[in-house]
């Protein structure tokens, strides 16, 4: 049987590869400060991805012949106020990690965002100049650039904001406004910040379809849906039968940030729909 190692398997999307890994492969997902957050069905390993030698013993015990690099310093605002520490995970501890996959012949996939462009000249292509505006976004780039270096049979999948309820405490946009709203409080969101809405199952398909397809370069991977997360807030509230949820919209420039939100990062994903994946034309809840 086939060997995937997943790390980040207690984040988001870690969380939704483990629930769809194929019956064939066997997947062993690693953690590092949040067990509780694994599907009660994985198999798991604790790992600090910074440490070297504990990721080099990680690869050698378990052998595997592809790697899913999930775990990331995933959020802009932290990324943005601590350079140092979340580049030492997306970008340095990225690159050793694939240095390691390239000399034990392993496939190594990255999982990049859609945060490497601009946000000026929606729809984007894999083709089109990746300018990150934050952070978040420059550490993404730096990493992809690094392993495309190291290893040009990498796959690295730049994913859209992605959604779903995924395991506990695991948060992402629709897991927020739902909480918000159970709690009686009003959810803010931007009328002209726009993205390709990602189911998190999705997300997984999307990666193992590039696993089972054996396929290299980048790639983008997005929902159908273009919208606003005003838009999209209002969908979860009428899809989820909440209609005394209040919604506040509010726009970009009205709101200080601490990192640098692109407007509209809505994803052509001409590229992956040629080896047959479907972006979803309803919102998957």
Same mark, same amino acid.
């Given at each position: 049987?086939?060997?995937?190692?997943?790390?980040?398997?207690?984040?988001?999307?870690?969380?939704? @590869?483990?629930?769809?890994?194929?019956?064939?492969?066997?997947?062993? *997902?690693?953690?590092?400060? !949040?067990?509780?957050?694994?599907?009660?069905?994985?198999?798991a390993?604790?790992?600090?991805?910074?440490?070297?030698?504990?990721?080099?013993?990680?690869?050698?015990?378990?052998?595997?012949?592809? @790697?899913?690099h999930?775990? =990331?310093a995933?959020?802009? &605002?932290?990324?943005?106020? !601590?350079?140092?520490?979340? &580049?030492?995970?997306?970008?340095?501890?990225?690159?050793?990690?694939?240095?390691?996959?390239?000399?034990?012949?392993?496939?190594?996939f /990255?999982? #990049? #965002?859609?945060?490497?462009?601009d946000?000026?000249?929606?729809?984007?292509?894999?083709?089109?100049?990746?300018?990150?505006q934050? +952070?978040y976004?420059?550490?993404?780039?730096?990493?992809?650039?690094?392993?495309?270096?190291?290893?040009a049979?990498?796959?690295? @999948?730049? /994913?859209?904001?992605?959604?779903?309820?995924?395991?506990?405490?695991?948060?992402?946009?629709?897991?927020?406004?739902?909480? $918000?709203?159970?709690?009686? +409080?009003?959810? $803010?969101?931007?009328?002209d910040?726009i993205?390709? /809405?990602l189911? *998190?199952?999705l997300?997984?398909?999307?990666?193992?379809?590039?696993?089972?397809?054996?396929?290299?370069?980048?790639?983008?991977? *997005?929902?159908?849906?273009a919208?606003?997360?005003?838009?999209?807030?209002?969908?979860? =509230?009428?899809?989820?039968?909440?209609?005394?949820a209040i919604i506040? #919209?509010?726009?970009?420039?009205?709101?200080?940030?601490? =990192? /640098?939100?692109?407007?509209?990062?809505?994803?052509?994903?001409?590229?992956?729909q040629?080896?047959?994946?479907?972006?979803?034309? @309803?919102?998957?809840?």
């Amino acid at each position: 049987m086939k060997k995937i190692l997943v790390t980040g398997a207690s984040g988001f999307l870690g969380w939704y @590869v483990i629930q769809q890994a194929p019956a064939d492969w066997r997947v062993v *997902g690693t953690w590092h400060h !949040n067990p509780n957050r694994l599907p009660s069905k994985s198999e798991a390993v604790q790992l600090d991805l910074i440490d070297r030698d504990a990721t080099w013993n990680c690869l050698k015990a378990i052998q595997p012949d592809a @790697v899913f690099h999930l775990a =990331a310093a995933s959020n802009p &605002s932290f990324c943005e106020a !601590n350079q140092q520490e979340s &580049s030492a995970i997306n970008v340095n501890a990225s690159t050793t990690l694939a240095e390691m996959c390239a000399e034990r012949k392993c496939k190594f996939f /990255f999982s #990049s #965002s859609e945060q490497v462009y601009d946000g000026e000249f929606a729809p984007y292509n894999e083709l089109n100049q990746p300018i990150p505006q934050n +952070e978040y976004g420059r550490q993404k780039l730096a990493a992809e650039q690094a392993i495309q270096d190291i290893d040009a049979a990498a796959t690295i @999948v730049r /994913f859209a904001v992605m959604y779903g309820q995924a395991g506990l405490g695991i948060k992402n946009f629709l897991g927020q406004c739902l909480e $918000t709203w159970r709690q009686g +409080e009003p959810v $803010t969101a931007f009328e002209d910040e726009i993205r390709s /809405f990602l189911p *998190g199952k999705l997300a997984a398909e999307g990666l193992f379809l590039l696993l089972k397809k054996d396929v290299s370069g980048i790639f983008n991977v *997005g929902g159908g849906l273009a919208m606003s997360r005003l838009d999209f807030a209002k969908l979860a =509230a009428e899809h989820y039968q909440l209609p005394n949820a209040i919604i506040t #919209s509010k726009s970009q420039k009205d709101v200080e940030m601490v =990192a /640098f939100r692109p407007q509209n990062l809505t994803l052509d994903m001409g590229k992956i729909q040629d080896i047959g994946f479907v972006p979803n034309s @309803v919102p998957i809840w």
